[in-house]
Nanobody
Framework: QVQLVESGGGSVQAGGSLRLSCAAF????????MGWFRQTPGKEREGVAA????????YYADAVKGRFTISHDNAKNTLYLQMSSLKPEATAMYYC???????????????????WGQGTQVTVSS
């Protein structure tokens, strides 16, 4: 069984930066896809970025390309999301998610992910 624990959220002014972390516990090594999703009350979760371990590729939502960077530290079993030039629209609960297969073209489909963290809140003020 896999547990994912997010951290690093907080409040920041527009234009600022935050780095989110997702620590993974209780997994056995295999190919996997890990992603970051975000959700605002009343809206569906949307994919922000994903990382494919086997292929070494990354995926980004159009809204965050060039400003967000996803990365993975194998030694620490931790996924990161570096967020720069933050906009108020980025305000949401951010979730880390994972599944044991390649990401592919459906990297941003909620239903593909089997493991989810508890979320960390990001608030961007004007």
């Amino acid at each position: 069984q896999v547990q994912l624990v997010e951290s690093g959220g907080g409040s920041v002014q527009a234009g600022g930066s935050l780095r989110l972390s997702c620590a993974a516990f209780g997994y056995t090594y295999s190919g996997y896809c890990m992603g970051w999703f975000r959700q605002t009350p009343g809206k569906e979760r949307e994919g922000v970025a994903a990382y494919d371990h086997d292929v070494g590729s990354t995926y980004y939502a159009d809204a965050v390309k060039g400003r967000f960077t996803i990365s993975h530290d194998n030694a620490k079993n931790t996924l990161y999301l570096q967020m720069s030039s933050l906009k108020p629209e980025a305000t949401a609960m951010y979730y880390c998610a994972a599944h044991y297969s390649w990401c592919g073209g459906t990297w941003n489909f909620n239903s593909r992910y089997r493991y989810w963290g508890q979320g960390t809140q990001v608030t961007v003020s004007s």
